[in-house]
């Protein structure tokens, strides 16, 4: 199975490299962008519609895959899912600390993306508006009650599909911590097949 793996704010795809050889020892053939500029300053849309680009070189066409988001990522995932037309190729999202409800944290430093991802800022609630067309998705969603980037924690949590708490002390460690890593490959194996 193709997985794509998308990185956060001020990070690149190297965040990611753990869980994308973990992955690969699971059979999965992953893919990860570095998408560009890392503060996201032109927006979480234009990141979005670059995460398609990216998606629209390294896939056929019709080709299904599994989309992973971190942090940043998983609004991002969530925009091409939701707003994108992804959500018809994708055959599931995880989501892994991602601000569903916003961060505090996003006061304190300037851009677009970053206004986007205050509480009750008009993309969240545009989000929020569409989040039907993931009906048919497989979600997870991923979250540590001690996350200090996204605050508070509980903005990680979203109301849909399957809720893991992962009691991972500081928000980075998120995409290596050995329970996620291990509940994903779980979650993968049961309900998709590898080889497809």
């Not at 690149?12 to 994308?20: T, Y």
């Not at 927006?43 to 998606?55: C, D, E, V």
């Not at 916003?102 to 929020?128: H, I, N």
Request: net charge neutral; with cysteine; glycine share 8%.
């Amino acid at each position: 199975m193709k997985v794509v793996l998308v990185h956060g704010f001020l990070d690149s795809g190297r965040i990611m490299e753990s869980m994308a050889r973990h992955l690969a020892g699971d059979g999965h053939h992953c893919l990860v962008p570095s998408l560009k500029p890392s503060d996201g300053r032109n927006g979480l849309p234009a990141m979005a519609r670059q995460l398609q680009q990216f998606l629209d070189g390294e896939l056929e066409e019709g080709e299904r895959f599994v989309l992973v988001g971190f942090s940043m990522g998983s609004l991002i995932s969530r925009y091409y899912l939701q707003e994108l037309d992804g959500h018809r190729r994708a055959r599931a999202f995880f989501s892994i600390s991602g601000p569903h409800d916003g961060t505090w944290t996003a006061y304190l430093y300037p851009g677009e993306c970053v206004r986007q991802m205050r509480p009750g800022s008009s993309f969240l609630r545009s989000l929020d508006s569409s989040v039907h067309r993931l009906e048919s998705l497989p979600v997870t969603c991923y979250w540590t009650p001690f996350d200090l980037m996204i605050i508070p924690a509980d903005s990680c949590r979203w109301n849909r599909g399957d809720e893991v708490r992962i009691p991972s002390l500081i928000h980075r460690w998120m995409v290596s911590d050995r329970r996620l890593l291990n509940d994903l490959s779980d979650r993968l194996r049961r309900n998709l097949d590898p080889a497809s």
